[in-house]
T-cell receptor
Framework: SQTIHQWPATLVQPVGSPLSLECTVE??????LYWYRQAAGRGLQLLFY??????ISSEVPQNLSASRPQDRQFILSSKKLLLSDSGFYLC??????????????FGNGTRLTVT | QKEVEQDPGPLSVPEGAIVSLNCTYS??????FMWYRQYSRKGPELLMY????GNKEDGRFTAQVDKSSKYISLFIRDSQPSDSATYLC????????????FGQGTELSVKP
């Protein structure tokens, strides 16, 4: 069966510090990978998605970036955090296919507080 | 107007009640509809996935889609305290898998 791991679960960082969140998927090959952010009381917002190694699409312009160095590894980064970057960051994967859709499967997230 | 509207609640019901959760949407291109359950401090868990109008049943859960009215629902029968969570509707356009548009989520509390 497929599993998705995210770490760390909780993170407190000062404004202006760098960020690196990591996500790995097991039990599947060539997945689509996604980073979502969930702000308190709001729905999920898609930040980045990737259909393959080195292929990143950004949905929201901001001071965050994403990278996919390996097929099942997805990293979310920032050089300098802002207070507004606080939130619950969720990594997700879906089956990559030709046409059609497959639902997303989420990890348990990283709760980031920028102080 | 948001693409997807969902009543944020909170919704409180007694154990055993039938729960109805609803979302409306404005984009007629949406073809895939999902319901997720999210427990506190956890990631969303996929409950139901459907791409056609009508009903889809899975145990105590029934997902209903009415594309003509741009309205989807999730019904929970015989609700249990373990159903207490936030429920998120989500939808997407054909061949844009993963680029889901989510509702705000409805917080549900089932009281014993």
């Amino acid at each position: 069966s497929q599993t998705i791991h995210q770490w760390p679960a909780t993170l407190v960082q000062p404004v202006g510090s760098p960020l690196s969140l990591e996500c790995t998927v097991e039990g599947t090959s060539n997945p689509n990978l996604y980073w979502y952010r969930q702000a308190a009381g709001r729905g999920l917002q898609l930040l980045f998605y990737s259909v393959g190694i080195g292929q990143i699409s950004s949905e929201v312009p901001q001071n965050l970036s994403a990278s996919r160095p390996q097929d099942r590894q997805f990293i979310l980064s920032s050089k300098k955090l802002l207070l507004s970057d606080s939130g619950f960051y969720l990594c997700a994967w879906s089956v990559r296919g030709v046409g059609g859709n497959s639902p997303l499967h989420f990890g348990n997230g990283t709760r980031l507080t920028v102080t | 107007q948001k693409e997807v509207e969902q009543d944020p609640g909170p919704l409180s019901v007694p154990e055993g009640a039938i729960v109805s959760l609803n979302c409306t949407y404005s984009n007629s291109a949406f073809q895939y509809f999902m319901w997720y359950r999210q427990y506190s401090r956890k990631g969303p868990e996929l409950l139901m996935y459907t791409y056609s109008s009508g009903n889809k049943e899975d145990g105590r859960f029934t997902a209903q889609v009415d594309k003509s009215s741009k309205y989807i629902s999730l019904f929970i029968r015989d609700s249990q305290p373990s159903d207490s969570a936030t429920y998120l509707c989500a939808m997407s356009v054909y061949n844009q898998g993963g680029k889901l548009i989510f509702g705000q989520g409805t917080e549900l509390s089932v009281k014993p």
